[in-house]
């Protein structure tokens, strides 16, 4: 089944036959010069073979060119004698192939991605170098064969030292890139665990300087193409530091004792020597995990803290949970007395994303929970990173590189930050673990870089759960606080709308007021009741009065006792040249139509509006639509004024029938107003009331009306109605010599004379002559 992942082994069968021939034939004249051939020969020709086979395996072709050299080197020194002649040729070779193969795998490390992306570089300065190193061999080889183990021992050495130097010079260069600075840190420390035990062999006589010398350049070849192109760096440290304890305890310090013993077998001491070595090795075999954890305390001690911290998250709540893994994380920070001054480091810090929380805990175990403002950048910067880890130290290495970084840069070290490792849950951030930074840490490591990951991956659901939570409590505050200003809008709305109802009810009762005095006869009660019911049922109302006659009063009263008496009354004057412009009726503000929605619209005098108009009013009240298109449908009571029957104004055009539908049955049985002279018994209470009125507006003082004056009144014809009976009113009040008025005032005022009488004249021309003086 395919991974997707890259082959690392592969099979050449086209240098499977050419890499087993060269290698074989080295080892052949290698043990054809042999003193002798022993078991340690045979086992030195097939590691040589093998190396060749793996040669044609390798998927990374520098690999297996170095795996090659190393075949060569091992094949030549499989007799154990120091190489001159085809053997220095093919340990030249060996060692110069595997230490050029070596320095263009390392030149060519991956980096890891994110922000620190270098370009691999060219390998052609080293190789030129090991070929100014190794010249000297080959002349020497062609010149003199008895110095040629000199040469090749100095070229070894030094193609071995150059290997380690570009090393060392490249982890320096490329220390931030997680996984470099392991690949190249384990192969130095294994290089020194070669180094001294090949210094080991050569002091013992195991192996002479010149092989030994070419053995170690080789095996940096394979060790470095290794470190640089296979395996996990993670991994890969780790083998390092095992080979290095392996190497350094065991090899080297069995071989001293070893030779101990041979010289001395039979003695005491060697037995002993023996005992020793067996505890030792035993010793070292035991506790080797913590001596290797001694080889980087540090990044051992946050390391510890990290898989704490682990631990913590699970089997409990998550509020819980998360409280313990940041008091676990305050074991990441140095003790106070290894702290810059002995202070107290800042403590690690978990934000959740939405809402935007900081969650974290003081010295003394107490926990704060606050609101946080990020970085708009960090996210995205962070997501892109190895391990979605985003490091302070790497922001700061590219600051003059990166301008559109220095912010986030700037932010980190305000913040006292190390690291930022996004949160996600299916691939949806959920929080972000930002770990302080402390004075004289060393660099984040691959290792802890990934135990911060596995840390964020095991808070991705508690994150995800809390920020529901949150979110849900948010919705909550924010749903009562949208509900406390709903219910102080309510209240608002409620206050306006009350005073705006009071000033209806207000002005309608201004308007009513000239029908609450006289209504006694019983054309008064039974027209005003027809209106009261008219009203309390919201049916269209057809009013016709004679002129003179103000049907104002009795409209606004009957609106006052009906269903809408706390709605809007509006009155339109058909006579008024204002209302005839129906731009004016389209006006979502300045529209009768809107400003009578809810209300009562009284049209006075309807039919002496345009004919457009009436039918733009016809229209709208039977679709319920307001003429400038807005979606609430309009309410509107409809009430209509004429001097005739409605009827008999649509036949004779006046009336739109359109409107004249609005009006329904009130188009054949309109409601009819009496006039004064159809309702004596309210001719006393009109006129008191007006002469009293108009006395306090003249006078300051009410003004009465005797009964021989009143008779005269009653006895009038009024033909002008509720016009005449005005103007006859203020005459008397501007007439009458006393508080009261007498009967010659009224004469005065009808017919002109001081005891005169009528005339036969009507009560319109009287009132024309011109008053005496």
Not at 68 to 82: E, I, K, M, P
Not at 198 to 222: D, I, M, Q
Not at 531 to 556: C, H, M, N, W
């Amino acid at each position: 089944m395919a991974t997707g992942r890259p082959a690392v082994w592969v099979t050449r069968r086209k240098a499977l036959l050419p890499s087993l021939a060269s290698v074989g034939y080295v080892a052949l004249v290698a043990l054809r010069g042999a003193p002798r051939v022993d078991l340690s020969a045979a086992f030195a020709c097939a590691a040589a073979l093998a190396l060749a086979y793996v040669a044609c395996r390798a998927a990374a072709k520098p690999l297996a060119w170095a795996c090659w050299g190393a075949g060569l080197v091992v094949a030549a020194l499989s007799a154990r004698v120091t190489p001159a002649g085809a053997l220095a040729v093919a340990v030249a070779i060996g060692s110069a192939t595997a230490c050029a193969a070596a320095l263009v795998a390392v030149q060519a490390i991956a980096t890891p991605g994110g922000i620190l992306r270098v370009r691999p570089r060219s390998a052609r300065a080293g190789v030129a170098l090991l070929g100014v190193m190794w010249a000297p061999t080959v002349v020497s080889i062609v010149t003199d064969q008895r110095i040629a183990p000199t040469f090749v021992a100095i070229s070894a050495s030094a193609s071995a030292l150059i290997l380690a130097g570009f090393a060392a010079a490249l982890r320096l260069e490329r220390r931030l890139e997680l996984g470099v600075a392991e690949r190249l840190s384990g192969f130095l420390l294994l290089a020194v665990a070669l180094s001294v035990s090949a210094v080991a062999l050569v002091l013992l006589g195991a192996l002479a300087p010149a092989a030994a010398a070419g053995l170690l350049a080789a095996a940096f070849g394979v060790a470095l193409s290794t470190y640089a192109r296979l395996g996990d760096p993670v991994e890969l440290w780790r083998a390092a530091r095992r080979a290095t304890l392996v190497l350094l305890f065991g090899v080297s310090l069995s071989s001293l004792i070893g030779v101990f013993i041979v010289e001395a077998a039979s003695s005491n001491a060697a037995r002993g020597a023996l005992v020793v070595v067996t505890l030792v090795s035993l010793g070292v075999g035991a506790h080797i995990g913590k001596i290797e954890d001694s080889l980087d305390a540090e990044r051992s001690r946050r390391l510890q803290a990290l898989r704490t911290a682990i631990v913590a998250v699970r089997g409990r709540d998550a509020d819980q949970a998360l409280l313990e893994v940041l008091r676990a994380l305050r074991a990441v920070a140095p003790p106070p007395s290894l702290a810059p001054g002995g202070a107290r480091a800042p403590s690690s810090e978990l934000w959740l994303l939405d809402p935007v929380r900081s969650l974290r805990v003081d010295a003394a175990g107490y926990p704060h929970d606050e609101p946080a403002e990020l970085p708009p950048e960090l996210l995205a910067v962070a997501c892109g990173e190895p391990e979605v880890t985003l490091r302070a130290e790497a922001l700061e290495a590219l600051e003059v590189r990166r301008p559109d970084l220095r912010p986030l840069s700037q932010w980190m070290k305000d913040a006292k930050v190390a690291t930022a490792t996004v949160v996600a849950r299916g691939g949806e951030p959920e929080a972000i673990l930002f770990l302080p930074a402390y004075g004289g840490e060393p660099h984040l490591s691959l290792e802890e870089a990934r135990a911060v990951r596995a840390l964020a991956d095991e808070l991705a659901p508690l994150c995800h759960a809390r920020a529901l939570l949150a979110r849900s409590m948010d919705r909550e505050r924010a749903a009562s606080q949208a509900a406390e200003r709903a219910e102080g809008r309510v209240e608002l709305l409620e206050h306006a709308l009350a005073r705006a109802s009071a000033h209806h009810a207000l002005a309608a009762t201004r308007l009513a007021r000239p029908a609450a005095v006289g209504i006694y006869s019983a054309g008064s009660r039974l027209a005003y009741d027809a209106l009261e019911r008219l009203t309390k049922s919201q049916a269209p109302i057809a009013v016709v009065a004679r002129s003179g006659v103000d049907p104002v009063p009795f409209l606004a009263r009957a609106h006052l006792a009906g269903a809408r008496a706390a709605a809007p009354l509006v009155l339109v004057d058909g006579t008024s040249t204002r209302d005839h412009d129906s731009g004016r009726w389209k006006d979502p503000v300045a529209s009768p139509l809107a400003l009578a929605d809810g209300g009562m619209l009284v049209l006075l005098d309807g039919a002496a509006l345009p004919a457009d108009v009436q039918r733009l009013i016809g229209q709208a009240l039977a679709e319920r639509r307001a003429p400038w298109g807005r979606p609430e449908p309009l309410d509107v009571v409809l009430a209509l004024t004429a001097v005739a029957d409605p009827s008999r104004l649509v036949e004779s055009g006046r009336l739109d029938p359109m409107l004249a539908a609005r009006l329904g049955d009130a188009v054949e049985a309109p409601v009819r107003l009496p006039g004064i002279a159809e309702r004596p018994e309210d001719i006393r209470a009109l006129v008191t009331d007006r002469l009293a009125r108009e006395g306090l507006r003249v006078r300051g003082a009410p003004v009465g009306i005797d009964d021989a004056a009143f008779m005269l009144l009653v006895e009038h014809g009024w033909d002008g109605e509720d016009a005449e009976l005005g103007v006859v009113v203020q005459r008397l009040v501007a007439s009458a010599a006393g508080e009261v008025v007498r009967e010659p005032d009224v004469r005065r005022v009808l017919w002109g004379g001081a005891a005169g009488e009528p005339d036969g004249g009507t009560a319109t021309a009287r009132l024309s002559r011109k008053r005496p003086a």
